[in-house]
């Protein structure tokens, strides 16, 4: 295996003009092409894995997913949980220029601007003013984060946030000021790009490869066993597996449900599975009509098969989602689920249809709409099923299937294109307000269904101000409960990590995160 992976790589070198050495090369799938690298504004998590491997902030992954120091070597928090003083270690841009605390500020500055265009700012609205200045109600200097000195950084939230260092480890990296002086938005392309990881980047082909090359002024650069790091948009799930077991590459991030039981067969040695926390739903488009009517949402949720689909479609390797947060993330609270979960699929079905009656739809009025879904994830297997689920409830219910690739379709639910689209939640840090700030009226881009209610917003809001955690976690509920009775949104499943890799792969530690930053993994 070792030598065909080894003459890939010389086939590879080849080809992008580089001359073919025996370094330490690890060949990643992952699933799709990037829209950016930009840290600031990237927001899919195949982007997020490349972008782990070239910034660093003031923590970082860990083997397991988990948060480590990253540019932090200190950390004080005062006793109310409201200010954090983080002390820098010596460490320096990918340009050997020394990264300070006005590139940490600059970077979470960055992150809100309303001008930088951020999907995800809720991720860091705990920090003093972060919503003001994302709605542009203040300027980013209102910002509650301050370089104290060139290696003191101090955030000052609005609330407790004991998960802060699982927000910080992906949000907000800092910012290469002089890089973006000099090049300005071209400050990203790989001619000009300056990071902080363990990675740096080499060359982007469009659908075809990135190429990341160890960093030698990362501050942790005698810890990193590779050398360089090639990662590949694989959207072909089967094929990437085939690749794997070739040796043509060391890891693909995703299996197809319909191959696991074979390699578990033939291959178990490189089938790598752990429970997930990363929700597989449906977005309903909630703006418009027929998914404006709670009614029609609820007929839709109440007609899925969600054992079949875990069970059969695909193979037992992931759990019928009842709920939103899922199990094993921190301060879950208990009692929470669709209120037809256990029911007979028979009798949701015959509710389905009494509803959608209700609504006005029949023989003289069917229910027609788009199904949207990705190529990528278990979808292809996955909506066929549902789309028969739906058929099922009565021959005028008509959901016509329509794929399109992983951008195209999370643009075209930003741009309100669509009825009824696919989606997946991977919550950015342990609590389940990484899951439910999706809902909130001011989520911005990443609430695709345009629902929207103050009551959840006081919730939540009295859920993070609340200093008792039986009393947060009862808030929380509530507020899950809610957005599962309204269904904006329609939880199918909860999809385990699936991965394939390589036997020359070390390091590997399974997480429910999906987690495997390349400066943790060496290749023998």
Known sequence: MRSIALAAAVILAACSGERPDDSATLHRGNRSEPLTLDPHTAHLQDARFIIADMFVGLYEPGPDGRPVRG???????????????????????????????????????????????????????????ARAVNRGEQPVEA?????????????????????LPSVLMLWGQPLPRHAVAEHGPAWIHAENIVTSGPFHLVEWRADNFIH??????????????LDNVYYYPTVDTAAAERRVRNGELDLNTDVSGASLEMLRRRNPEIVETHPGVLLRNLILNTSRPPFDDARVRRALSLSIDREFLAGEVLAGADRPAWRIVGEGVANRPEGVALDFAGADIEARRAEARRLL??????????????????????????????QADWSAIAPWVDAALMVRETQLHYAGMRADAFAVGTAGWLPDFDDPYGYLLQWRSDAGDINYSGWSDPDYDALLDEAIQAADPERRAALMAEAEQLVLDAAPIIPVYYESSKMVVGERVRGWVNNPWRLHQSRWLCVE
């Open 71 to 129: 540019l932090a070597e200190t950390v004080e928090v005062s006793e109310d949980g409201l200010v954090w003083t983080f002390g820098l270690r010596p460490a320096q841009w990918s340009d050997a220029t020394p990264i300070t605390a006005g590139d940490v500020v600059a970077g979470l500055r960055r992150a809100l601007d309303p001008d930088t265009m951020n999907q995800y700012p809720t991720m860091l609205f705990m920090i003093e003013n």
């Open 143 to 163: 910002l509650g984060a301050t370089a104290v000195d060139p290696r003191t950084v101090e955030l000052r939230l609005e609330y407790p946030a004991p998960y």
């Open 212 to 225: 990341l090359r160890a960093s030698d002024t990362y501050y942790d650069a005698d810890d990193v066993c």
């Open 357 to 386: 009656e209700e609504a006005g739809f029949g023989p003289d009025n069917p229910l027609r709409f788009n199904f949207f879904y990705t190529p990528a994830a278990g979808w292809p297997r996955v909506a066929p099923v549902i």
